[in-house]
Nanobody, 121 residues
Framework: QVQLQESGPGLVNPSQTLSLTCTVS??????????WSWIRQPPGKGLEWIGY???????YYSPSLKSRTSISRDTSKNQFTLQLTSVTPEDSAVYYC?????????????WGKGTLVTVAS
């Protein structure tokens, strides 16, 4: 069974960088053809897809967040990381890492339990 676990600081100061790590067990982040994603949910709002790093290492980000987002990976640790720069209180949310499949069939297959990140105001 694939399991994902988010980790990182729960409080970030405005204008600083939010950095979270997802540790994956039970499956390799390089396995064809999976995509490793970050998704967030601000308080009282819906889910917002942030971006992914693919099995190949390629990345793609939501256009609304692209300028501030970077997703990277460490294959030796089977981890991938989210960095979101210049944060404001609007970036406060529960952040999830997840595994997706894409193509003719697209779905979120596995989720981490999420971690709450608050940007100080």
């Amino acid at each position: 069974q694939v399991q994902l676990q988010e980790s990182g600081p729960g409080l970030v100061n405005p204008s600083q960088t939010l950095s979270l790590t997802c540790t994956v067990s039970g499956g390799s982040i390089t396995t064809n053809y999976y995509y490793w994603s970050w998704i967030r949910q601000p308080p009282g709002k819906g889910l917002e897809w942030i971006g992914y790093i693919a099995y190949s290492g390629s990345t793609y980000y939501s256009p609304s967040l692209k300028s501030r987002t970077s997703i990277s990976r460490d294959t030796s640790k089977n981890q991938f990381t989210l960095q979101l720069t210049s944060v404001t209180p609007e970036d406060s949310a529960v952040y999830y890492c997840a595994r997706e499949r894409r193509g003719d069939e697209s779905a979120i297959e596995y989720w981490g339990k999420g971690t709450l990140v608050t940007v100080a105001s």
